[in-house]
T-cell receptor, first 114, second 112 residues
Framework: DVKVTQSSRYLVKRTGEKVFLECVQD?????MFWYRQDPGLGLRLIYF???????EKGDIPEGYSVSREKKERFSLILESASTNQTSMYLC?????????????FGEGSWLTVV | SQQGEEDPQALSIQEGENATMNCSYK?????LQWYRQNSGRGLVHLIL?????REKHSGRLRVTLDTSKKSSSLLITASRAADTASYFC????????????FGTGTQLKVEL
């Protein structure tokens, strides 16, 4: 079975802190994604990566950065956390090309910024 | 934004009834997918329909796609309490690679 593991399920951080959300997948997927989920807004794509060290902005990249130094790991970084970044963050991965139609999600990380 | 919308936002039915939820999107697609999310968990892929397909079945799930109206529907037949979850449509847009754009979701509650 595909496993996408998000290291932290629940985090509480203070405004202005630097926050790291880590995600690891074990299926040798080329693509990795970070989404943010808020009530009434569905899932919105923050960043995605289609290869090691490659990244592309999604729909809402402001206030976030990402790092992909190894194929299996994709990190989301909040340089200076703000209260409007309180949300559920979902990591996902997929193959590229025609094998990449299905994406696999982690269990989510609930971040509260106070 | 290319984000789609599901309709209705919330649906409550009795066990054994059928549940229908709809999805509309804005730009041309390669495929459309439906995902399920149990409360507080990640999303799980249910079914994919390609842009050249009109209907697809998987167990108790039936998906239709009307590209002329840019809409899709998901039918769950003979619903069970365990079907209670949020359901999201996701579209792979032409030229978008493997990125998916998700809708806002339908919360389905199946009561005993």
């Amino acid at each position: 079975d595909v496993k996408v593991t998000q290291s932290s399920r629940y985090l509480v951080k203070r405004t202005g802190e630097k926050v790291f959300l880590e995600c690891v997948q074990d299926m040798d997927h080329e693509n990795m994604f970070w989404y943010r989920q808020d009530p009434g807004l569905g899932l919105r794509l923050i960043y995605f990566s289609y290869d090691v060290k490659m990244k592309e902005k999604g729909d809402i990249p402001e206030g976030y950065s990402v790092s992909r130094e190894k194929k299996e790991r994709f990190s989301l970084i909040l340089e200076s956390a703000s209260t409007n970044q309180t949300s559920m963050y979902l990591c996902a991965s997929s193959f590229s090309g025609s094998r990449g139609n299905t994406i696999y999600f982690g269990e989510g990380s609930w971040l509260t910024v106070v | 934004s290319q984000q789609g919308e599901e309709d209705p936002q919330a649906l409550s039915i009795q066990e054994g009834e059928n549940a229908t939820m709809n999805c509309s999107y804005k730009t041309s697609i390669n495929n459309l997918q439906w995902y399920r999310q149990n409360s507080g968990r990640g999303l799980v892929h249910l079914i994919l329909i390609r842009s050249n397909e009109r209907e697809k079945h998987s167990g108790r799930l039936r998906v239709t796609l009307d590209t002329s109206k840019k809409s899709s529907s998901l039918l769950i037949t003979a619903s069970r309490a365990a079907d209670t979850a949020s359901y999201f449509c996701a579209t792979a847009h032409t030229g978008g690679g493997n990125k998916l754009t998700f809708g806002t979701g339908t919360q389905l509650k199946v009561e005993l």
